[in-house]
């Protein structure tokens, strides 16, 4: 990570996603290839992004005897993705949390202003009473980040994350600045953008090499 510090963001460094991540980045890794490895860090990334979730005592009898074990609390989730390339997390976390609700949230960055643009929002109608993970492979300007943040606040959101494949030291900024009450999960900080908005070394477009476009 670069030299800074900052308290709600949280960089996975386990063996196995910096492995997946290394091979993600490739940029020989193909279609298919790269769909399979999002999902599975997607779901390392949940593991470690619901460590905080309660837990209730309960009673299950085993082959051998009754005993005193522990299920989750209660807790209601939603996964967010932020489209398109969004979508590509989402079944990985769903493996982990079927329960959970999905939501989208349509955004685009205008090649210009490099500012996002909303075109489509679907949420769950109880996204008030739901933790949220907002799930998007990049975070490189910040600008989408901050968007659907605001955006699912004005919707009555309250306890929100944001988990991410690679980061940009100024999309962190930005999120901190704007919503320093999300927690963001990344596996990387990259160097800096690039003058195309683009994380450096990053990994290019994440949905082009998800659903094979350009």
């Known amino acids: ?22 091979i993600l980045r490739d940029v020989g890794t193909g279609a ?29 009898t085993t082959p051998v005897a009754e005993t005193t074990t522990y299920v989750l609390a209660g807790k209601k989730v939603a996964v967010i993705p932020i489209l398109r390339a969004g979508l590509g997390m989402v079944e990985g976390i769903l493996e982990l949390l079927p329960a959970a609700k999905v939501g989208h949230v349509g955004l685009y960055r205008d090649p210009e202003t490099l500012q996002p643009v909303e075109y489509y929002c679907k949420l769950p109608e109880d996204i008030g009473e ?29 306890t929100i994350n944001l988990l991410c494949l690679i980061s940009a030291p100024e999309g962190i900024d930005a999120l901190v600045t704007k919503c320093d009450d999300v927690t963001i999960y990344t596996c990387a900080v990259d160097s800096h953008l690039n003058s195309h908005g683009y994380i450096v070394p990053g990994l290019g477009d994440a949905g082009d090499r998800l659903f094979g476009t350009k």
């Open 130 to 158: 739901r933790d949220i993970l907002i799930v998007d492979p990049m975070l490189a300007t910040g600008g989408s980040a901050v968007a659907a943040v605001e955006f699912l606040r004005a919707k009555g959101a309250k």
């Open 32 to 60: 298919k290839e790269f769909r399979e490895l999002v999902k599975e860090l997607a779901m390392l990334m949940a593991y470690e992004a619901t460590r905080s979730f309660q837990l209730a005592e309960t009673t299950v």
């Open 1 to 22: 990570m670069p030299g800074r510090a900052w308290d709600n963001v949280v960089v996975m460094d386990h063996p196995l996603i910096q492995h997946k991540l290394s």
